[in-house]
């Protein structure tokens, strides 16, 4: 018998491979197998048994996710007001229902959208309950499908006064990095940031999650006194410590480390003394080997013209399997990779 249900994910537009990328990530999270059902801009559709990988996530590009309670092809008509009705008995044991309403642009064929949501309203809508009562978020996506779903994850909209047009990182970037690494890595390890800068990946970690060992380094001794300032005001978040160190040196023990999360330097930004900027990234996998634990993760931010050297390097000396690439236009002639890295000493033993 298939208990599978279905599961939602609507999606930002403006950043579509990102987005894809953290719906990759979030289903390969996940227990069971999950099947992609219907998939359109904005809005991906899946099935699967197990809730567990959006429930543990921290969404950067993804506007929402949760479970799929009733789903309809626009062209059925007035069979779609039918089907609305069996929410009543779905949201008996709900109080206050917060409502949200997506409209991805396509055509409603057959469709009387103010008789819809006038209908959605009177079966779900305020029934004046008392404030101690449950109050049950509801979700409407008109595309190229009807969706009514209850969500599970939505994303907190982050405002940054970062400049992508200089080059820097936003909120969103910021914590994609971090959600990424939480979600993928051993939380009971030591996470890793060796060109943390003033700890934007660094402060985001500790903000999603507590009782942690974290280690930043860099190179700039200005930044790193910078940064240990910051934490000696929020020195409760997590076990932070911020070094001062040549991140393709790592001063750290080998194998003590489990994840790995950094925006790499590239263009004038790079102060890593005696490395060419093109070949930074490699020269770093190539010594955080030393470093790194079994299953260890590892991802990266860097620049599209430092990817095929990496690439190279992955492939000269096994070890690193790719688990998730995407890539974000910044400006003029800077596009941004993200990457996501297992570590295996194990597999690098066997092939070799």
Not at 18 to 44: F, K, N, Q, W, Y
Not at 82 to 101: T, V
Not at 217 to 223: G, H, Y
Not at 292 to 318: C, F, K, T, W
Request: net charge positive.
């Amino acid at each position: 018998m298939d208990i599978r249900r279905e599961f939602y994910i609507l999606y930002s537009q403006d950043h579509p491979e990102l987005s894809m990328a953290e719906v990759s990530i979030i289903t390969g999270g996940t227990r069971d197998p999950v099947s992609v059902i219907h998939i359109e801009p904005g809005l991906v559709i899946t099935r699967t048994k197990d809730l567990s990988g959006f429930a543990g996530y921290s969404a950067s590009y993804i506007k929402e996710a949760g479970e799929v309670l009733l789903r309809s092809h626009v062209y059925e008509g007035f069979h779609i007001y039918r089907k609305i009705k069996r929410l009543g008995s779905i949201m008996k044991h709900c109080g206050k229902i917060d409502l949200r309403i997506y409209n991805l642009g396509r055509r409603r064929a057959n469709i009387d959208y103010p008789l819809f949501i006038r209908e959605l309203r009177r079966i779900v809508g305020n029934r004046g309950a008392k404030e101690d009562l449950v109050i049950c978020p509801i979700t409407v996506i008109f595309g190229d499908i009807i969706v009514i779903g209850r969500p599970v994850i939505r994303r907190k909209i982050l405002r940054s006064e970062a400049s992508r047009e200089r080059g820097y990182m936003g909120e969103e970037d910021l914590g994609f990095i971090a959600n990424t690494a939480l979600y993928l890595g051993n939380r009971g390890g030591v996470f890793y940031d060796p060109f943390c800068g003033y700890g934007g990946i660094l402060a985001r970690i500790c903000e999603r999650s507590q009782d942690l060992v974290v280690i930043g380094s860099d190179i700039d001794v200005r930044k790193v006194y910078s940064l240990r300032r910051a934490i000696a005001i929020k020195s409760d978040r997590c076990c932070l410590e911020v070094i001062v160190a040549n991140a393709l040196w790592p001063p750290l023990r080998m194998a003590s480390v489990s994840t790995i999360a950094s925006d790499l330097p590239y263009g004038r930004r790079s102060r890593v003394v005696g490395e060419e900027i093109l070949k930074i990234p490699a020269s770093f996998l190539r010594r955080a080997r030393e470093i790194l634990a079994e299953g260890s993760i590892v991802v990266l931010a860097i620049s599209l013209d430092q990817l095929e050297p990496l690439i190279n390097e992955i492939q000269r000396e096994p070890g690193y399997n790719i688990v998730e690439i995407a890539s974000q236009y910044v400006h003029g002639s800077l596009t941004r990779v993200y990457l996501v890295l297992r570590y295996s000493y194990k597999e690098k033993i066997n092939k070799i």
